[in-house]
């Protein structure tokens, strides 16, 4: 298990609370329990917002709950819950240390509108933070009656925590088609906060998506549930409309770092349902030019919020990277030149790497409309504002399309014997699951961000030593960039 610090580091780079970032953590060995048991692993389809976030792409939406679609009807029974359930919970505490106890874990089955069987659970678990009192508890949704219309695929978990194993996790999600049309359903149906959130940024990742099977999978969806395939008109005109605008920032304010206004979401709903109607996509703004600088065309920005601290930038990257995907202006605390600190409004647009090794952040200045450039290393802080604006430039501080992590072989499953007799941890848990980690046999690797050069250390240090550059000459660098672990 991660320490303290590391969560308490990682909310500040995010700007949320640590209580918040601790779930998100856990949610990540919740996943890979999950997807190593060989009840699960084939049988429990991962889908909802917070498979959006984990294995799609970044949406900055930090979730509390867990939903699946079973395929084995047999499987929402509660005596073959609460056992799976309780083996899970003992592989994941001996692989990263996390407590899940029984104590507070709770279950209830019940029949849904269709007469058909579904489940809710709370599973508590005691993290790195160790509050004291009622553990916290992450929400399961579990439901066989859903129409699953596309195969499942492999995808890869989003776990930017120093404890993920070097082939991290993976889980079987609903492909992004599905996603995208499970979504509008749930929008059509219940107009609910977080749902218009994650339609609009799905919207924004749809580049290469099926727009055809998306319609299909809809219709197929909305006819399941017994209602109308949703179109503009009828979100505006649904009685459930005033509570979606009153409930917008009660129900996501605590998710995100700063809360975009409604209107500026609800306002791109006509461009959503413009691209189902097939009508011809609006151009695409072209990428901010680079200036004067030469830009290193093989680096690119981490796709997912990642711990910029670990890699020795203390800017905070992940607020303005955020604001980004969500079309808010940043109040940018800079150091110019002259060493003169002053504030400006800036819309975010890309995050680029010279071939000097400078990080720059490449916007455009709100006031006048000029293009500028900042230099990471003297960004010394960052506010969201509320201040949105409409992209005149390509926004590549997130990705633009969706993010299909690549397809995986299937790995061996966990041996049965782990399930069929737990065993209480009398050790240190080892992290990574599916491996052990022999101490002292873990290695960082860091790469100079002057000259290139890659150095191993069994310390997690990003100050690097003296060093040569590859033509011979001293290098002016000691910083260095965490690039992977080695076991």
């Known amino acids: ?25 856990v949610l990540g060995w919740m996943l890979a329990g999950i997807s190593q048991h060989p009840r699960t692993r084939d049988t429990w389809l991962f889908k909802g917002g917070t498979c959006l976030k984990k294995c799609y792409f970044e949406t900055y939406r930090f979730s509390e709950d867990l939903d699946f679609t079973l395929l084995e009807a047999s499987q929402v029974e509660e005596d073959f819950l609460r056992a799976t359930l309780a083996e899970i919970a003992q592989r994941i505490y001996e692989e990263s ?8 874990r709770a279950l209830e089955i019940y029949v849904n509108p269709r007469g058909r069987n579904s489940a809710q659970g709370r599973v508590g678990y005691r993290g790195p933070l160790q509050r004291q009192g009622d553990p916290p508890r992450i929400r399961l949704d579990l439901t066989n009656d859903e129409r699953v219309v596309r195969a499942g695929e492999r995808k890869r978990v989003h776990h930017p925590y120093s404890d993920e194993p070097a082939d991290g996790f993976h889980i079987l999600a609903y492909c992004f088609e599905e996603v995208f049309a499970e979504k509008l359903r749930a ?6 906060p977080r749902d218009l959130y994650d339609v609009i940024h799905l919207h924004r990742h749809e580049i290469g998506a099926d727009r055809a099977a998306m319609v299909e999978i809809l219709r197929a969806k909305c006819e399941f549930k017994g209602i109308a395939v949703p179109t503009l008109e009828s979100l505006r005109a649904s009685p459930q409309h005033g509570a979606l605008r009153a409930d917008w920032e009660q129900m996501l304010a605590h998710q995100l770092p700063q809360l975009p206004p409604f209107d ?3 306002n791109e709903l006509p461009g959503v349902f413009a691209w189902l109607q097939q009508q011809p996509a609006k151009p695409q703004p072209p990428a901010i030019g680079p200036g004067r600088h030469e830009i290193d065309p093989i680096w690119r920005a981490p796709a997912m919020a990642s711990s910029w601290r670990m890699q020795g930038i203390t800017a905070p990257l992940e607020i303005i990277r955020f604001a980004a995907a969500n079309r808010l202006c940043v109040e940018l605390e800079y150091q110019d030149e002259g060493g003169r600190i002053g504030t400006r409004t800036i819309e975010p647009y890309s995050l680029r790497r010279t071939k000097a090794g400078d990080l720059l952040l490449y916007a455009v200045r709100s006031e006048d409309g000029q293009d500028r450039s900042y230099r990471v290393d003297r960004i010394r802080g960052a506010r969201a504002t509320q201040r949105t604006f409409a992209p005149r430039y390509a926004v590549e501080l997130s990705a633009t399309g969706p993010i299909h992590a690549p397809d995986t072989a299937r790995s061996a499953p966990m041996r049965s014997a782990a399930f069929s007799s737990p065993r209480r941890a009398t050790s240190r848990p080892r992290s990574g699951f599916g491996r052990s980690r022999p101490f002292g046999q873990m290695r960082y690797v860091f790469q100079c961000m002057y000259c290139q050069k890659k150095f191993e250390s069994s310390q997690y240090e990003a100050t690097l030593n003296p060093h040569k550059t590859k033509d011979g000459y001293p290098c002016p660098s000691r910083t260095g960039m965490y690039v992977t672990t080695k076991y």
């Not at 991660?2 to 998100?24: H, M, T, Y």
């Open 1 to 25: 298990m991660i320490d303290r610090q590391e969560i308490l580091e990682f909310a500040g780079e995010v700007g949320l609370d640590p209580n918040v970032v601790e779930k998100d953590y």
């Open 97 to 104: 240390g996390i407590e899940l106890p029984e104590a507070a």
């Open 187 to 192: 929008l059509a149906e219940r107009e609910r």
């Open 264 to 266: 500026s979401f609800w």
